[in-house]
């Protein structure tokens, strides 16, 4: 869910349009599922990190015509991406490091 909300603010402030964030989601999907997969180096987390840049892209461009401001919602999609996923990132090694807290002196 946070990586979701992030990505929105990210749309957000690249001013991209629910074509964008929706062709970003679909990009997403077909770069995970679809053709990325099978590439030898990389597979799934390129497509993660691609599908959502250029579906982003492509749905902007196909709505408002401007390849400047189609590029700049699809990084600005990207960058929200990547920031829930380091917000992510960072809750699991804190979860982590709780759980080693609190239960290495039960086990030692």
Known sequence: MLILF???LGAKQAGASIWGQVSAVVGLLLGFFGLLPALPIGGPLLGI?????????????????DLRLAIRAGFGI????????LIHVILAIA???VFLVTTLPTVT
């Open 78 to 85: 990207l960058v929200g991406s990547l920031v829930g996923t």
């Open 49 to 65: 990190l691609l599908g959502p840049l250029l579906g982003a892209i492509v749905g902007e461009f196909l709505y408002r015509r």
């Open 95 to 97: 979860t982590v490091g």
């Open 6 to 8: 992030s990505t929105y």
